[in-house]
């Protein structure tokens, strides 16, 4: 199965190629679905699909659909009630409303600078005015630097502008359509289809341990790299799935820019260079850094470095997860790399991690209050 990212990263390649094809994206989920907002799905010109938008229960449709919006040019928004016999005969039985935006790729300016984000690994939030009696404008591109697209109604656009800038500022903002009042006082519903770059996973130590947790991460998306000074141990044959080795800790500047979309998880099993890794990870911008290890090793290696007159703020130390991992009874190297991938998806979804069939809702909406909507 595609992330999103590859989604966005096919779309891209297709847009700088001028290929013709059709993107399928859900713009709104009323109770239980299997893909959320922003989940998307590619049908090329040849009828190829990329990606899905349900769990198989609409791909067809949105298919035959799609040879429809190729032909007219024209985009339009198709609604499921996912309880109705075209999904209930597949045996699905998710009870909810899907409407998902069908539209053809396009090849004007603003989607060409979509395709140049994407290669620039740049955050983004296109937003789209869906289905109203007037006609707004095309697409609009919002990154943390520029806009790119003119909406005909300058209030409706200087408030999507604000609430896609409120996004980019977000670790895990959701994609969502917003209802905004536009400059006439009609009602106007905007999706936001948020795109962060892949987040990144830096693990300092190459042991055993750590090879199910970088094969772990790849699969889900991370851009995974591996830190350590041993090369019989740092090898391409034992982290296949890594895109980066590093081979020694003096090397810290080989690594790409760390931000607040970066993870660090240390497991050396060797004092010293567990010492180094947290100096580093703690004073760098990544927003989680774990550690492998009880307790009082922690102590130890705080207080260690303390001696030597290293020193981490109150911020840098809330950072820090050690033990490291959610608490499922890990036991194996895989349990292990599992416990601490959920963990690190629970901490970038600010979720706590639990049994569902104790939640009332099993899906979320966005975490952080939008303003001016």
């Not at 994609?175 to 009609?186: D, H, N, Q, R, T």
């Not at 019989?232 to 044959?237: L, P």
Request: include cysteine; proline fraction near 3%; charged fraction near 20%.
């Amino acid at each position: 199965m595609l992330s999103n990212q590859n989604i966005t990263e096919r779309l891209s390649t297709m847009i700088k190629c001028n290929q013709k094809g059709v993107l399928a994206s859900v713009v709104s989920v009323q109770g239980s679905a299997y893909k959320r907002e922003g989940a998307k799905m590619i049908v090329g010109a040849n009828g190829a699909c990329h990606g899905m938008i349900s769990g198989g229960c609409l791909e067809s449709d949105i298919v035959a659909i799609a040879d429809q919006v190729e032909v007219t040019g024209k985009p339009l928004i198709k609604k499921y009630k996912l309880n109705e016999e075209l999904v209930w005969g597949l045996g699905l039985g998710c009870p909810g409303t899907v409407e998902i935006l069908i539209e053809p790729i396009g090849f004007s300016a603003v989607w060409k600078h979509l395709a140049e984000a994407c290669v620039n690994s740049e955050a983004m939030v296109v937003c789209k005015v869906l289905q109203t009696k007037e006609t707004y404008g095309p697409l609009l591109l919002v990154t943390n630097s520029d806009v790119f697209g003119d909406w005909t109604d300058e209030v409706l656009q200087e408030r999507a502008v604000s609430i896609a800038h409120q996004k980019l500022s977000q670790q895990a903002a959701a994609s969502e359509s917003i209802c905004l009042k536009a400059k006439k006082g009609e009602e106007v519903f905007v999706f936001f289809d948020v795109h962060f770059p892949a987040p990144q996973l830096i693990i300092f130590g190459a042991g055993d341990d750590a090879i199910p947790l970088a094969n772990l991460s790849a699969m889900l998306g991370f851009q995974t790299t591996v830190i350590d000074p041993r090369p019989a141990f740092n090898t391409k044959d034992r982290f296949p799935l890594a895109d980066m080795l590093i081979a020694g800790t003096e090397q810290y500047e080989n690594i790409s820019v760390i931000n607040s979309r970066s993870y660090i998880v240390i497991m050396n099993h060797q004092f010293e260079r567990d010492s180094d890794a947290l100096t580093f990870a703690l004073h760098s911008a990544a927003s989680y850094v774990g550690m492998l290890g009880p307790r009082t090793r922690r102590e130890k290696i705080i207080a260690h470095l303390h001696n030597q007159g290293i020193v981490f703020s109150k911020e840098e130390m809330k950072k820090l997860f050690s033990p490291i991992g959610l608490d499922i009874g890990a036991d194996t190297s895989e349990e292990i790399g599992l416990s601490i991938m959920s963990e690190i998806i629970a901490f970038r979804n600010r979720h706590q991690g639990g049994f569902l069939r104790e939640k009332y809702f099993i899906h979320q909406k966005s975490r952080v209050p939008i303003n001016g909507a």
